[in-house]
């Protein structure tokens, strides 16, 4: 046995403050109110219905992750957020249109409750939107003393003992780290001067961990991965994750391609177009913010497939990535691929995916499963990138000097070993010892 890791119980309330109450929010908040009052069933959530298997195969030990591991139970969770128009839950989820009018009229009266804060906000990182519910500032460093004040009062006013910050606002432009984001110094002194450079999400990120809150970056758009915020976090105790979701497409893609390429086929060409008529695709008709979420797309296949170890296999895959803003079916996203592979002696065949997928119903249990173990790494004392939680994102955050891992299978693996370490309990290898011992 190893030894665990101190582990703070979840005592108290935990506080999930959301930046953005849009689809993927609302659907979240409205989806544990639900399940809560046992309207239905956290599907899709590995800390609400995951299993981790302990020691060997024949000790037939097999816990559910949240007997495992002391996670906030779902009754302990309070909701809040900001945003730049002023509907409440209530109204933004019947905007989205994501989840049953039905389902939405039971669990009025609380989601009705959760108001908007005002938003730090500026249309020149998110062109197609704007809204009135917005913060006005002396400078950036104002606006984030006034999340920082924001925070601090829904914490006293909620009686909650901790609390986690999550970016799901909209994806904002294309932007690459610069030089104010070198250090904490200079980024400091950029919200002091309101360098262009420092956008909402930053704004934001830094004000969560500032705090010594967990956070995470639901999107794509560049946000805590910059070393100014990796330093901020190893003073403050802040264990932070991201970037973008991985839902739809981009999950069906690390599911295949690790397949493939564990049995050596060769893969020409991957085209993947869908349509999306939600709010997000129509940001995303935007080139800037298109730009954001295509690079964190097409990172994936090639961190997978390695070709620089796979030459024959993989050097020159024609790797294209469409999304287009279709109105008509709203959060109903449909996605395609084609998928040219080729097998022994070179000879071609085909693959054609046709996935007609929820977003927000795949994005909500990430969402829930991210705050619950970014809360638990808080309580085991881990700071800073929490690779382990990269099962859940796109484009995962890692340390610089090692490249990122976007294997669903390697990274679940990842995922439970860390539970395990937690908990002082022996990491799996799948080696089947006993047929050797
Ligand atoms: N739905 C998915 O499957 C999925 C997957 C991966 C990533 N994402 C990302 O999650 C984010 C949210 O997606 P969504 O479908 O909920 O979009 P949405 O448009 O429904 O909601 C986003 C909300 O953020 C608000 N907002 C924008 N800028 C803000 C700011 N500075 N402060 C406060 N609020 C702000 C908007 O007003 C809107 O209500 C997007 O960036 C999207 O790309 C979504």
């Not at 665990?4 to 953005?20: Q, R, S, Y």
Request: glycine share 8%.
């Amino acid at each position: 046995m190893n030894t665990a890791l101190p582990l703070a119980p979840a005592d108290g309330k935990l506080g999930i403050l959301l930046v953005g109450l849009g689809a993927v929010s609302t659907t979240t908040i409205a989806g544990v109110m639900a399940i809560r009052k046992g309207l239905a069933k956290p599907i899709g959530s590995l800390a609400e219905m995951g299993t981790v298997r302990l020691g060997k195969r024949s000790d037939n030990r097999s816990p559910s992750i949240r007997e495992f591991v002391p996670l906030a139970e779902l009754d302990d969770i309070v909701f809040g957020g900001w945003d730049i128009f002023e509907d409440n839950c209530y109204e933004a989820a019947k905007h989205a249109g994501v989840l049953d009018e039905k389902l939405l009229d039971q669990i009025k009266d609380e989601l009705s409750g959760i108001k908007p804060m005002s938003a730090v906000f500026d249309r020149h990182y998110v062109k197609r939107l704007d809204g009135p519910n917005v913060k006005k500032g002396k400078n950036k460093k104002d606006l984030a003393d006034q999340l920082i004040a924001d925070i601090r009062k829904f914490k006293a006013d909620n009686n909650c003992s901790r609390l986690v910050l999550i970016w799901a606002g909209s994806t904002e432009i294309f932007l690459t780290p610069s030089a104010c984001h070198a250090s904490l110094a200079t980024f400091e002194k950029g919200l002091e001067d309101n360098d262009p450079a420092i956008s909402p999400s930053q704004i934001y990120a830094y004000a969560a961990i500032k705090e010594g809150l967990p956070y995470a970056n639901a999107a794509p758009n560049l946000s805590a991965e910059v070393p100014a915020l990796s330093e901020l976090a190893l003073q403050t105790g802040s264990p932070y994750c991201g970037s973008d979701m991985k839902t739809g497409q981009t999950l069906i893609k690390t599911i295949i391609a690790p397949g493939l390429k564990a049995r050596l086929i060769g893969v020409a060409g991957w085209y993947s177009t869908n349509i999306l008529g939600n709010r997000d695709g129509e940001v995303l008709d935007d080139p800037e913010s298109f730009k954001s979420k295509e690079e964190s797309k097409k990172g994936a296949l090639d961190y997978i497939f390695q070709p620089h170890l796979y030459p024959d296999l993989y050097k020159d895959i024609s790797h294209v990535v469409r999304i287009n803003y279709y109105p008509p079916r709203g959060d109903n996203k449909e996605g395609w691929d084609n998928i040219d592979i080729f097998g022994w002696l070179g000879y071609p065949m085909q693959l054609k995916i046709n996935f007609l997928c929820r977003d927000s119903i795949l994005a909500a249990p990430i969402v829930l499963d991210v705050a619950l173990f970014l809360d638990l790494s808080k309580r085991a004392g881990l700071k800073g990138i929490q690779e382990w939680l990269s099962f859940y994102f796109k484009s995962p955050m890692h340390a610089p000097d090692i490249y990122p891992e976007h294997d669903l299978f390697i990274q679940l693996m990842k995922l439970k070993n860390t539970l395990r370490y937690m908990r002082g309990e022996e990491l799996i290898t799948h080696l089947g010892r006993e047929y050797y011992d």
